[in-house]
Nanobody
Framework: QVQLVESGGGLVQAGDSLKLSCVVSGRTFDVYKMAWFRQAPGKDRDFVASITKSGDSTDYADSVKGRFTISRDSAKMTVDLEMNGLKPEDTAIYYC???????????YGQGTQVTVSS
């Protein structure tokens, strides 16, 4: 089993920056990809960004390209999301997720709330 714990959420104003962090523990040797997702009130959980455990490939949702940066430390098994130029529409619960070899879906953490006021 793998466990994920997110931190760093909060209330900020539009245009501010915020950094989310996630610590991954447990069965981590077969983790292939680490990612961030978000879920706004009344909406489905959406993909935000991902990075391979090796760090050689990243992917971003169009809505955050140029504003958010995902990074990871494979030795410490942490994945961060640096968010700049935050907008009210970025308000959501942000979930850290990992995808492991042999699994059908991502495993998620409990989430951390990000609220951006206008």
């Amino acid at each position: 089993q793998v466990q994920l714990v997110e931190s760093g959420g909060g209330l900020v104003q539009a245009g501010d920056s915020l950094k989310l962090s996630c610590v991954v523990s447990g069965r981590t040797f077969d983790v292939y990809k680490m990612a961030w997702f978000r879920q706004a009130p009344g909406k489905d959980r959406d993909f935000v960004a991902s990075i391979t455990k090796s760090g050689d490939s990243t992917d971003y949702a169009d809505s955050v390209k140029g504003r958010f940066t995902i990074s990871r430390d494979s030795a410490k098994m942490t994945v961060d999301l640096e968010m700049n130029g935050l907008k009210p529409e970025d308000t959501a619960i942000y979930y850290c997720g990992v995808f492991s070899y042999g699994m059908a879906n991502y495993k998620y953490g409990q989430g951390t709330q990000v609220t951006v006021s206008s």
